[in-house]
């Protein structure tokens, strides 16, 4: 690495920690404020308190480094610009691309890292908070407690029940399945109790009902302790799926956003979804799928209003990278709402931000003497 890209690199990431630790400070002390009925409710200690914070800390990573790094680069580039250091350089020979090197290296590293966050590193802190408030107020049991619902769509099979162990791969309380034979006909088993054997399942305490047609009577078709379906090929996988699917549109939930891999499974499994439900949770897919190229927009998008500041005040910076996150967050809302609303593509409406503010970096960037 040449001298001049480690002067670069030092010059930004000094004021990017700054950024970032003052964004984190900032966020964790107002969601530790907000939430601080919760955490009496949960009986916390002062150390349970700290170790929450940090626990959080990898949710709030991914909000604050885009607007961090923009702020940091905005920062630098004035700074550099008011004592005329990009002017020599490019005196001297040196592109503005060329020397935009170490930025953009910085910017990959930071969406890179965005992506490993949202997809490994929220999803497992969110669950390590939730034991941290569960450590002294237990819940009943390490069951799903709650009424779940899942549809094997390629089977014509309909699972009702009411807990999940994932554990021990077993099913309790009330459990309903209804499927369709091939001649028309349907089934409905009732169980007490059912565990994964592969291959398939098998449930206790059983009675299974027969219906000839919609109009038919509902007969006794069966009843039996134990009973063996080996036809039954969902396998935990799938169900558990299902189940963080509920876990995450829920209400308690609604402000986590969905991981990829959860997504992806429950739009596979699920091929012919409404339009408007499809619509909605394939924005949220290419969503997540552009949310870690922000940080490269925001390289590209501060390029030209860093360099171009001439001997403007570094307050200038500031300003700007408030405005470019304000509109970038305006625009990003209102092209989710028109993806999940149909009146865009899916793909389109996610990646329309990183779109409109990445050409309009390219242009601008293009445009600097």
């Not at 009577?217 to 009843?223: D, H, M, R, T």
């Amino acid at each position: 690495m040449r001298l001049l890209d480690r002067y670069l690199l030092r010059e930004l990431l000094t004021p990017l920690a700054y950024c970032l630790g003052g964004f984190l400070i900032f966020w964790i002390s107002y969601d530790l404020f907000t939430d601080l009925d919760k955490l009496q409710d949960a009986r916390l200690h002062l150390l349970d308190v700290i170790e929450y914070a940090i626990a959080m800390t990898p949710a709030f990573l991914v909000t604050v480094l885009p607007i961090a790094l923009l702020l940091a680069l905005l920062y630098t580039l004035t700074n550099h610009a008011r004592h005329n250091e990009i002017t020599a350089l490019r005196a001297a020979g040196v592109s503005l691309w060329r020397l935009c090197v170490p930025y953009f290296l910085v910017g990959f590293v930071a969406s890179g890292a965005l992506f490993a966050l949202n997809e490994i590193g929220v999803p497992r802190s969110t669950t390590w908070a939730d034991h941290i408030l569960n450590r002294y107020v237990h819940k009943p049991d390490d069951a799903q407690n709650q009424f779940h619902g899942f549809t094997n769509t390629h089977a014509s099979r309909i699972w009702v029940f009411n807990e999940y162990h994932p554990q021990t791969v077993a099913m309790s309380g009330s459990i309903v399945v209804n499927w369709t034979l091939p001649d028309g006909s349907s089934r409905k088993l009732y169980a007490d109790r059912a565990v994964y054997t592969r291959p398939g399942w098998t449930f206790f305490n059983v009675k299974e009902f027969e219906q000839a047609g919609e109009a038919a009577p509902v007969l006794p078709f069966l009843q039996t302790n134990v009973l063996a379906m080996p036809a039954f090929d969902e396998t935990p996988g799938e169900i558990e799926n299902e189940i963080k699917m509920s876990e995450y549109e829920s209400l308690h939930s609604r402000k986590l956003n969905i991981p990829l891999s959860v997504l992806w499974e429950y739009l596979r499994r699920h091929p012919n979804l409404p339009p408007a439900e499809a619509g909605r949770l394939f924005t949220k897919l290419y969503g997540r799928l552009a949310a870690p190229w922000t940080c490269l927009v925001v390289v590209l998008i501060a390029i030209p209003f860093g360099v171009a500041s001439g001997r403007r005040n570094l307050f200038v910076g500031v300003a700007g990278s408030v405005f470019i996150c304000f509109t970038f967050f305006v625009l990003q809302q209102v092209g989710l709402a028109l993806g999940t609303g149909g009146y865009l593509p899916a793909w389109l409406a996610a990646w329309l931000p990183n779109m409109v503010f990445g050409a309009t970096g390219l242009l601008l960037a293009a445009r600097v003497r």
